[in-house]
């Protein structure tokens, strides 16, 4: 009984509990008893919060025996991306420069998620300071994915997708840069909304690149989703980069459909190196969305090539600035006995920092320096500039651009561990979209080799309602993929 309710997606589980045939206190313990039979495999938690999850769900259930439920998310458990501040919680960043810091506040998300009654069961597995593309980066473990474990699940939030296409929970949050949402989503066969930036408030959430980062919902199904994002979209005055725009009912139009959307296909994002089976199960969505009643337009963004080392430079050059923080002055990790403050500061970040941060604070660092900021950061904006224009003048020819999330599914683990840029590639189709602050969704387009391979929808600044319709489009036709096969043992 209890593995069938984790099955259920985050839409079922909250009917359920409308109509009192399950309890919160029964979808706790069914969550908390699949993290424990599959995440010794899986790895997608850094820390479970058993006791917490179980008093708030008891607490769901009390607001419903008093017909007190606070609407579609009271009582479903959930599960955070360990980025976000969470009081009381210890929150790493997946980093070892952060081990042991406890906040003393909640992220502004965590807030709302809880003031809408969601039951949180822990916190999950990231890339260090959400650095990479494969969940590797981790200081703590590698994230597994659930379809091939010995494959990646997709980073930086390889735990958020990980822990859903595992059943574990039923919605996730996680946060995107340059596709880190869309990216796992699109490896683990769930559904990753990065929305537009400013949708979403970023107070609470550790920085990476201030200017790219934006939270986002992910769910097994585009109604998830669309649930998530609207109990967390919305002003947040402690945010000065959040949107006043009104939050809009990302379910009203769900079910409408696609006749008469033009769907933008570039031609840049075809081009080549995309992986053959990738490419059938892309363009397969695309006819399918075409029989529904779409029209597909060809288009181009023809400054496609040079994203990736725009996003390599303005990203680390935000880096280098937002990790100065980490100083094992005011919290975090400090060397034990320096010599002194200078041999303090670096000891400290020596010890506390891995690889990946490592990299991206000397390459950014470099990029801000004197004699070379006009040369590389200033124009790397000019760039950014250029690519947002691009989709400018795509959307006044189509509503959504839509392509291949990644040019292959996942990759194995240690692939790409020893080849910086082949790894960041694996972000090519994605991080235009944070350059231009648009939102981007992935929805599962089917599976190559035995593989998700994921649609990537792109929308109008706040059109996320529009992304979210084609996406239930598509998936009416293909379906939420099923449960991965988990080996032997698994509960």
Known sequence: MSDALTHLSLGEASERLADRSVSARELAEACLARVAGTDDRVGAFLRVTAERALAQADAADRRAAARDRRGPLDGVPIALKDLFLTR????????????GFVPPYDATVVERLEAAGAVSLGKLNLDEFAMGSSNEQSAYKPCRNPWDLARTPGGSSGGSA???AARQCFGTLGTDTGGSIRLPASFCGVVGLKPTYGRVSRHGVVAFASSLDQVGPLGRTVRDVALLLGAIAGRDPRDMTSSARPVDDYLAGLEGGVAGLRIGVPREWFAGGVEPGV??????????LERGGA???????????????????IATAEASSNLARYDGVRYGLRAREPRGLAEMYAESRRRGLGAEPKRRIMLGTFALSAGYHDAYYTRAQQVRTLIRRDFDAAFERCDVVAGPVSPGPAFRLGERSSDPLQMYLADVFTITCNLAALPGLSVPAGLAGGLPVGLQLVGRPFDEATLLRAA???????????????PAGAA
Not at 296 to 309: F, K
Not at 473 to 483: D, F, Q
């Open 88 to 99: 009381g919680v210890e929150t790493t960043a997946g980093s070892r420069m952060l081990e």
């Open 472 to 486: 239930r489009a598509l998936e009416r036709e293909v379906g939420p993929l099923p449960a991965p096969p988990l």
């Open 295 to 313: 029209a597909l337009v060809e288009i181009s963004l023809p400054h496609t090539r040079y994203g990736i080392g725009a996003y390599y430079l």
């Open 162 to 164: 990980a822990a859903l």
């Open 279 to 288: 490419e059938r199960e892309v363009r397969g969505a695309l006819a399918r």
